[in-house]
């Protein structure tokens, strides 16, 4: 079974401030997906990294997927009070195969 | 992106009667969705995948019997909690992919269900 290792669980920091979120596994996944939920509404797609050593950015995220695609990291620069949820990543086994998600990570950003 | 649309976003019952939830691709045609349950400060646990005209595939541990998943069209498919008890009163979230690369699915806005 494929596990996907968030870290950290919980982050509270300053507007801002910059920080990074990591997702690690043992294992190779064909594709990795970073997902952002908000209490009681679904994940949001944010972004989706398919080749090792990708980097995507999206405004002030940038996320990374590992040369070995076994891990990957979401990148905030200059945190904002919106972007406070619960960061999920989630990696694929295969094109064809489900999703496996990680524990995530409460984000909180202070004003 | 794509829409799923989830109904309904909350619900109480009482114990022993069933709930429906309906989970709906909005603006495209989903051949596969996905149930997901999630408990509080957790996250997701696939329960089950739906196939459109075929029976769903149920993760282990998971009773088919009590939840009941059918997807009888391209755009529609529902999630039955039968003989509810409190114990299944949790977050119910689920989601569709737009092309056959079924990794990148997107989200309905979740069910809350209370079981009283």
């Known amino acids: 079974t494929q596990l996907l290792e968030q870290s950290p669980q919980f982050l509270s920091i300053q507007e801002g401030e910059n920080l990074t979120v990591y997702c690690n596994s043992s294992s190779v996944f064909s594709s990795l997906q970073w997902y952002r939920q908000e209490p009681g509404e679904g994940p949001v797609l944010l972004v989706t990294v398919v080749t090792g050593g990708e980097v995507k950015k999206l405004k002030r995220l940038t996320f990374q997927f590992g040369d070995a695609r076994k891990d990957s990291s979401l990148h905030i620069t200059a945190a904002q009070p919106g972007d406070t949820g619960l960061y999920l990543c989630a990696g694929a086994e295969g094109s064809q195969g489900n999703l496996i998600f990680g524990k995530g990570t409460k984000l909180s950003v202070k004003p | 992106g794509a829409v799923v649309s989830q109904h309904p976003s909350r619900v109480i019952c009482k114990s022993g009667t069933s709930v429906k939830i309906e989970c709906r691709s909005l603006?495209?045609?989903?051949?596969?969705m996905f149930w997901y349950r999630q408990f509080p400060k957790q996250s997701l646990m696939l329960m089950a995948t739906s196939n459109e005209g075929s029976k769903a595939t149920y993760e282990q541990g998971v009773e088919k019997d009590k939840f009941l998943i059918n997807h009888a069209s391209l755009t529609l498919s529902t999630l039955t909690v039968t003989s509810a008890h409190p114990e299944d009163s949790s977050f119910y979230i689920c989601?569709?992919?737009?092309?056959?690369?079924?990794?990148?699915?997107?989200f309905g806005q979740g069910t809350r269900l209370t079981v009283v």
């Open positions: 603006d495209f045609q989903a051949t596969t």
């Open positions: 989601s569709a992919s737009v092309s056959r690369w079924r990794a990148e699915a997107f």
